[in-house]
């Protein structure tokens, strides 16, 4: 039997439940892997999965049951049902959704997981190769995955979705040392499925590892506020990171001073600053049809004209603070329900060129790449990748790693110029209550900073 053909016989057994509402997931996935870490191959192998969960609504309360094996389904509705009634002591609140029938295959051709594990080996070897090529290289990782992954979604309103999905990511980095000092550059790269896409970065390989050895020699930035020019890489991570996870409505609802500032209407910034999210753009690692709770994807302003617009719901957030549904109920696997995610964010285009931006600049920053960083509420800390001085309107020395501080709301009033070429950077993966790393892309123009605090890495 297929996860179709149990898909069937369960929503016969859903739909007569005694519950407000019930929604099953069945998984089946097949993933393969190569990790190398310095000249070693650490890791390689396939795997295969199968999977699913029932989840029940009693009273505003959730039961949630998961399973590695598509055996005794009827016990396992029964028990999250019981689970939700135990839980349950208010009203069920979850916004109207019709009843979806759909076979979502547009992907179903695309299997990365069917290439010879060979084949995916002999890369990673070219890749390793050239990083190890590159005199004063003390180590390296190679890091490839990928995944196929079919799913049916079926709820007790009658929702019946099948969807195929294929990802696929490569995590590389570069350490290089000299005296005592260590220097480390990464490149993170990723696809809708398509090997092909990762089969030509032997240039980005070696200018990587180059990178890292070039660092070992470079000036330490001296501390201070700078007007910085960051790229889209790093400047769609900090939408993602720093804006993002503040526009997830499970954390607003939750939280009454991300209530307070998240105001619908305020303005933020810059009138020609919009930000949106949106899983409807075709072979984006964030894109889908329909969510984890069977809704359409949808594409969301989250910031337009500068004025916080909107936010991303779950149908229980968007019912709870009367807005409406967005499709972002995500769940990275079977073994967790759908909480609210992004998808592909983004800073929207504007028209200003990447030489003009830098031109009226006479000491600055040019911050490229994501390396790592934290957020807590709206204060973010974030390592860039790869920095130079800009000076006299031009992009000049390499410095070493530099640090970006300050609070997301006033970075996002000091964005004083928009680039006209926006990147979406597909190599993200996104953390949150125990979720990831789920495919997610994010992107931006270059954007311009009038302000921001830069420390030494
Ligand atoms: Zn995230």
């Known amino acids: 039997m297929t996860i179709k053909d149990i898909g069937q016989e369960l929503a016969g057994v859903i739909g007569k439940c005694d519950a407000d509402y019930v929604e099953a997931h069945l998984e089946e996935s097949q993933t393969s892997h190569v990790v190398y870490r310095g000249r070693e191959l650490d890791s390689i192998g396939r795997a295969t999965a199968i999977g699913g969960n029932v989840r029940a609504m009693v009273k505003g309360g959730w039961g949630f049951v998961s399973f590695n094996d598509l055996n005794n389904l009827p016990e396992r509705v029964a028990l999250a049902v019981k689970q939700a009634r135990f839980v349950g002591r208010e009203a069920s609140q979850l916004v109207a959704a019709e009843p979806v029938v759909a076979t979502v295959s547009v992907e179903a051709d695309r299997d990365p997981v069917a290439i010879p594990l060979a084949e995916k080996k002999q890369l990673m070897d070219e890749y390793n190769d050239i990083i190890w090529r590159t005199p004063e290289i003390q180590t390296s990782t190679v890091g490839y995955a990928d995944s196929r992954k079919q799913t049916i979604f079926l709820s007790s309103a009658g929702s019946f979705i099948e969807q195929t999905r294929a990802d696929i990511t490569l995590r590389l980095a570069a350490v290089a040392a000299r005296d005592g000092d260590i220097q480390q550059v990464g490149l993170s790269v990723g696809s809708r499925g398509d090997f092909s896409i990762l089969q030509s970065y032997h240039d980005e390989v070696a200018h990587m590892a180059e990178r890292a050895v070039v660092l070992l020699s470079a000036p330490q930035i001296k501390g201070g506020e700078y007007t910085v020019v960051l790229d889209p890489v790093l400047a769609g991570v900090f939408v993602h990171e720093a804006f993002g996870h503040l526009s997830e409505s499970d954390f607003v609802y939750e939280n009454e001073r991300v209530r307070r500032i998240m105001t619908l209407g305020r303005q933020f910034g810059h009138p020609e600053l919009n930000i949106v999210d949106t899983a409807t753009i075709p072979g984006l690692r964030g894109s889908y049809q329909y969510d984890d709770e069977g809704m359409p994807a949808t594409r969301t302003y989250l910031i337009r004209e500068g004025k916080l617009v909107g936010r991303l719901h ?130 931006s123009p270059h954007i311009r900073i009038s302000r921001c605090l830069v420390g030494g890495g």
Request: proline share 5%; glycine share 14%.
């Open 314 to 443: 779950s149908r229980e957030t968007a019912a709870k603070m009367n807005e409406k549904p967005t499709g972002n109920a995500r769940a990275i696997n079977h073994r967790y329900p759908p909480i609210v995610r992004m998808t592909n964010t983004y800073i929207e285009p504007g028209v200003v060129s990447l030489a003009d931006m830098v031109g009226g600049i006479k000491e600055g920053i040019y911050a490229k790449n994501w390396y790592g960083g934290t957020t807590s509420m709206e204060m973010f800390t974030f390592s860039a990748g790869e920095a130079y001085m800009i000076r006299h309107g031009k992009i000049a020395e390499m410095l070493r790693p530099v640090v970006l501080t300050g609070n997301v709301f006033n970075t996002l009033e000091n964005i004083d110029a928009i680039g006209d070429d926006l990147t979406m950077n597909q190599g993200g993966g996104c953390g949150k209550g125990g979720q990831m790393p789920l495919p997610v892309s994010n992107g």
